[in-house]
């Protein structure tokens, strides 16, 4: 029953390495999310996506690279994995953007750990 | 371009008492500002948004937020802390395709 899921919950990996974190929503939602907190509990806006299609990249390195295989999935794979990459990923799901008030369900956070 | 600011990273309180969590927001149009909290090692929670409707703002778990024009405030309040209210607090504001979210503020509540 859970709305917004996320895989893995903790994702412990070296410096240099690939990884992906996947995001699924049941709950019928046209856009997606990624945000990053950082140490400091620090949220901001990575990626968003309306109906499969980028409409946001704030300034995230090419490393970062979503996919969105269909409406109800946002996957985030990063190249190349560095220290300051650490921090907890957080997707989120909305109905289609109207000026800002809808409202965005959070997944519960992958927590990365490179060394 | 829109912002908030929440003033206070840490505000303590004893169970029982007023909680009071300020948020201060910038916006060139009439902004849409949301309450979400964070409890140890889980997502965000919705606790409450005001879109344009009426200023006074109901939440869950007792919780409420004013939303004032003049003071370009939406500060959140609940009259009697409990100790399930100790967290971490954000106040963000909409934006198309985005929250920008506020610094935060972690509420600690003594018994």
């Known amino acids: 029953d859970t709305a917004v899921s996320q895989t893995p919950k903790y994702l412990v990996t070296q410096m240099g390495n690939d990884k992906s974190i996947k995001c699924e929503q049941n709950l019928g939602h046209d856009t997606m999310y990624w945000y990053k907190q950082d140490s400091k509990k620090f949220l901001k806006i990575m990626f968003s996506y309306n109906n499969k299609e980028l409409i946001i990249n704030e300034t995230v390195p090419n490393r970062f690279s979503p996919k969105s295989p269909d409406k109800a999935h946002l996957n985030l794979h990063i190249n190349s994995l560095e220290l300051g990459d650490s921090a907890v990923y957080f997707c989120?799901?909305?109905?289609?953007?109207?000026?800002?008030?809808?409202?965005?369900?959070f997944g519960p956070g992958t927590r990365l750990l490179v060394l | 371009a829109q912002s908030v600011t929440q003033l206070g990273s840490h505000v303590s309180v004893s169970e029982g008492a007023l909680v009071l969590l300020r948020c201060n927001y910038s916006?060139?149009?009439?902004?849409?500002l949301f309450w979400y909290v964070q409890y140890p090692n889980q997502g965000l929670q919705l606790l409450l948004k005001y879109t344009s409707a009426a200023t006074l703002v109901k939440g869950i778990n007792g919780f409420e937020a004013e939303f004032k024009k003049s003071e370009t405030s939406f500060h959140l309040t609940k009259p009697s802390a409990h100790m399930s209210d100790a967290a971490e607090y954000f106040c963000?504001?909409?934006?198309?395709?985005?929250?920008?979210f506020g610094s935060g503020t972690r509420l600690l509540v003594r018994p």
């Open positions: 963000a504001v909409g934006s198309s395709y985005k929250l920008i």
């Open positions: 989120a799901s909305s109905h289609a953007p109207a000026g800002g008030k809808e409202t965005q369900y």
């Open positions: 916006s060139s149009v009439p902004p849409y």
